[in-house]
């Protein structure tokens, strides 16, 4: 073979050798074209890198158009994926916090208000004059506990008026818890619901009952001070609390105090002097008072109560005995008729003046007007019976006397316990 030849035949087997270059960098061109015709998303439905699944592509924004979404869109790309968990998270909140600003406003119009009320009755809750009765009702009852649930489930509600509240307040003064009524004073204020007359009062009374007489006055200009003119409950109140404590003289300023307010005094207020006198020794001014009542006005039964203990304890049984009589609806109309609280007062006062077979006409008395005993009256009537026939240790003493251990104090005795009681009498007073 000649050098000529053999150099052509050499070039021409390395060209089309595999590996040479150019073959190489030939065949790989033709298969990088080859690719990129079978990908393409025409053929093969594939999404461009540019474009998110799911979504049209947002072709970006020249340099003269809007550089920021608005609003609207803002809102809608939002919960997108693309963007950060804790960026999603402050926008639900601010959008919820929005949304419950706008509610609070459309409560406050009264927009919902009876879409509410609907609702308290579907769910139980009551308001206004059914509440105060189911309220009145659970404490008569004791239930102190539903008590409790009844009120708070009123308050969340918004249905618990002044009313309520005040009557809260009684009740838990009533049970002597003094610094609970004193801490739903407060938590009304703290409500938006501003103390009346009648809170007011309440707490006078309360403070009063419990000698803290200090409070009471506070609690007296502090309503004042406020521009809530007292009434005449308010007066009452605070003669009868000064007139328990001995403060007599203090009882008279306030009842001519409210006289030159223009308050008129009323059954209960002639009351409250007539006891406070009866305790002071002074009973011309407790008999004088109550011949003022029945010229000026109609005494209830605990007028005449009042004035029994006043008599029997200042010893004028003459006059007690006249009033006793006197005091007969029968004759006068306008007279109530006897309770058991006033059988309960004549007893009393005939046994503290050994009056005993006075006492046993009483108890015939009240027989024959078919007036029922109480826990109360039992007590009283065994003692006085008892203690005149000087057997105080008589075990049957503590059957009648349980009442001073019991809340039964006003309960009227069952037929069982009434023949029992009638018989426990009949063998004493033998």
């Not at 690719?35 to 540019?50: L, R």
């Not at 006289?259 to 009351?271: A, E, K, L």
Request: charged share 30%; proline share 3%.
């Amino acid at each position: 073979m000649t050098p000529l030849i053999r150099r052509t035949w050499a070039t021409h087997a390395l060209s089309t050798h595999p590996f040479h270059h150019s073959s190489f960098l030939h065949q790989h061109n033709k298969t990088k074209s080859s690719n990129k015709t079978e990908t393409h998303p025409k053929e093969k439905g594939q999404i461009p890198s540019h474009v998110h699944r799911g979504r049209k592509s947002v072709p970006r924004q020249s340099e003269e158009g809007p550089k920021r979404q608005t609003r609207k869109e803002d809102s809608t790309n939002r919960e997108d994926t693309q963007y950060p968990l804790s960026m999603r998270l402050r926008y639900k909140e601010r959008v919820d916090r929005s949304r419950e600003a706008q509610e609070a406003i459309e409560e406050r119009s009264g927009i919902r208000q009876r879409e509410r009320r609907v609702q308290r009755e579907g769910e139980g809750v009551l308001e206004g004059k059914r509440l105060t009765f189911k309220l009145k009702e659970l404490m008569q009852q004791k239930k102190f506990q539903e008590v409790e649930h009844l009120f708070r489930d009123a308050c969340r509600a918004g249905t618990a008026g002044i009313f309520h509240w005040n009557q809260m307040i009684h009740f838990l003064g009533k049970k002597r818890h003094i610094q609970r009524s004193i801490e739903l004073y407060e938590e009304m204020q703290s409500r938006g619901i501003q103390p009346d007359v009648t809170t007011f009062t309440t707490l006078i009374s309360i403070f009063g009952k419990n000698g803290d007489m200090q409070r009471s006055i506070k609690s007296f200009e502090e309503m004042q001070s406020r521009g809530i003119q007292p009434d005449v409950t308010t007066f009452n109140t605070l003669i009868d609390i000064f007139g328990k404590s001995g403060d007599i003289q203090r009882s008279i300023e306030l009842y001519e105090e409210m006289q030159s307010r223009g308050i008129q005094p009323d059954v209960t207020t002639f009351t409250t002097l007539i006891e406070a006198f009866g305790r002071g020794n002074k009973i011309e001014q407790s008999l004088k008072l109550f011949e003022e009542v029945r010229e000026r006005l109609t005494p209830e039964n605990v007028t005449l109560s009042t004035i029994l203990d006043a008599c029997g304890h200042n010893g004028e049984m003459t006059k007690a005995y006249s009033i006793w009589k006197e005091w007969d609806n029968k004759l006068d109309s306008s007279l109530p008729p006897k309770n058991i609280n006033n059988f309960t007062s004549m007893i009393e006062a005939c046994g503290r003046n050994h009056h005993v077979s006075q006492a046993y006409l009483v108890f015939d008395e009240m027989e024959s007007e078919g007036v029922q005993p109480n826990w109360k009256f039992c007590s009283t009537f065994a003692t006085v019976v008892l203690v005149h026939n000087g057997l105080v240790e008589y075990q049957g003493i503590k059957k009648w006397k349980r009442y001073n251990n019991t809340e039964k104090v006003e309960d009227v005795l069952s037929s069982e316990e009434l023949e029992e009681f009638k018989l426990f009498i009949s063998k004493l007073r033998r």
